[in-house]
């Protein structure tokens, strides 16, 4: 517990530990330490015991060759580990900071998959109307669109560009049947681990209010 360990090397017992003992107490720990016993004699059977008891190989004590290629092996496979462990680390972080900003972000951002929202930002909640992400669960996203330009809208999800994002203008309803005129982006996306598509909604004007691009 006091230090960081790479790699066990032992004997079947050394000043009165044995081997087993040692790799039962490493076990308990739940430390990734490879374990490599040395056998002192050339009995098949003493190496298959030794992988039973958890090392994973057994070297015979009169052939330092295949020792030295078996420790390096298992350093280099220990280095692997720790390196994919650290890159699990930094991504969950990646991942904590993305939803963060996905959260806090003034776009109206959603995922879509199979036509369904499986995340949504407040900002898309608030330019429809709706108070709580999860009212969008059950909401299509093709139910957003205004009747006029559905057909439109399922021609454009057919034919964008998975590998690049791509836009197109589209009247939309909020939550009281009022139009919106947004332009719509989409593109390729993973969420939670699954492959789905970006939408985000701009808005160019409502045709509620005055167009300031009359005036």
Partial sequence: QEQPWDLLLATDEANGLSAEAAIKLI??????IPIV???DNRDPESITEGLKLGALDVALDDDDERLILIIERELRNLDDRRQKRRAEVELRETDRRNQLLLDSSNAAIAYVHDGMHIYTNKAYGSLFGYEDADEFAGIPIIDLIASEDQDKFKEFLKSY???????EEFSCLDS???????DLSVSAATYDAEQCTQVIFRTI?????PDDRLK
């Fill in 27 to 32: 076990n308990s720990s739940e430390k990734d």
């Fill in 176 to 182: 009281d049947g009022s139009t919106i005129i947004c």
């Fill in 37 to 39: 016993l040395i056998a």
């Fill in 205 to 209: 004007f409502d045709e509620s209010e």
């Fill in 161 to 167: 560009d998975s590998e690049a994002a791509d836009s």
